[in-house]
């Protein structure tokens, strides 16, 4: 059932892009360099070739997963010879990428769901286990369905100046969208079943709107703050040791 919400900007959305916590600011900050570095840059590699892998097509056109990648590329200010250079290497890879979901519990009642590409279930699990044993982490099956809720979620500028919330409910309605929510800075984001994410967010392109951002987020249920400077600084730890691991491609945490 659709909800009529006039909430501000997804509160998950919000504080897995950048929040106003502590523990928020210090992964924005964290990816803004980040988002400097090639590691950053090989891991959109990665899901590109598992993509053209998955769906037997390099053609971004023809590809919408692909063509979602591509742009995240773009918003990361990967340069265009070098998407076109990964396009034509990925066509050709042998490597077969699969993806895998690894939950991890850390301290202080944190928890991790990683999105993982990788040959094999234990070749993924093994360099978590080595980051499991030296900050006492510990494996968490089955919390990213019971801890977690799995949307897809589309922040987009409004298609004119003063275009209100209830405007945007019907095309949120015609697209397929669950919900969708006003942001204090004008934007809109429309929420959706991770099936239908790439579907609505084509639909939503056609009907006008420029789409800011977009992605499938695990939404926690419920966060837990993490307030003394000790902690915040070890749980960043084992966060930076999770997002260094090579097959680790994102991360979502339950994390104030």
Not at 21 to 28: E, F, G, L, M
Not at 74 to 83: A, L, Y
Not at 194 to 201: G, K, L
């Amino acid at each position: 059932m659709f909800k009529r919400s006039h909430l501000s900007f997804l509160v998950s959305l919000s504080r897995n892009m950048a929040g106003h916590s502590k523990w928020a600011n210090i992964k924005h900050i964290k990816g803004a360099k980040d988002s400097e570095r090639a590691d950053l840059h090989m891991k959109l590699f990665r899901q590109i070739k598992a993509v053209i892998k998955e769906q037997g097509s390099s053609d971004p056109k023809q590809n919408i997963k692909l063509a979602h990648l591509v742009e995240q590329a773009r918003q990361h200010n990967v340069p265009v010879e070098k998407v076109h250079q990964v396009l034509k290497s990925a066509a050709q890879s042998q490597e077969d990428l699969k993806q895998y979901i690894l939950e991890v519990r850390g301290p202080k009642g944190t928890f991790f769901v990683l999105e993982v590409l990788s040959t094999s279930y234990l070749k993924a699990k093994q360099g978590i286990n080595t980051i499991n044993r030296k900050f006492n982490g510990s494996w968490a099956d089955g919390v990213s369905n019971n801890l977690f809720n799995h949307k897809g979620l589309i922040k987009v500028s409004p298609l004119s100046q003063g275009q209100t919330l209830e405007q945007v409910l019907d095309d949120a309605i015609n697209v397929g969208a669950e919900d969708v929510t006003a942001e204090e800075e004008g934007h809109f984001v429309f929420t959706c079943n991770p099936r239908d994410f790439f579907n609505i967010r084509r639909a939503i392109n056609q009907l006008g709107y420029n789409v800011i951002e977009s992605d499938l987020h695990y939404i926690p249920l419920s966060r837990v703050l993490i307030e003394s400077e000790e902690d915040i600084a070890l749980v960043s730890k084992l966060y930076s040791k999770l997002e260094e691991e090579p097959d680790v491609v994102k991360i979502h945490d339950n994390i104030e």
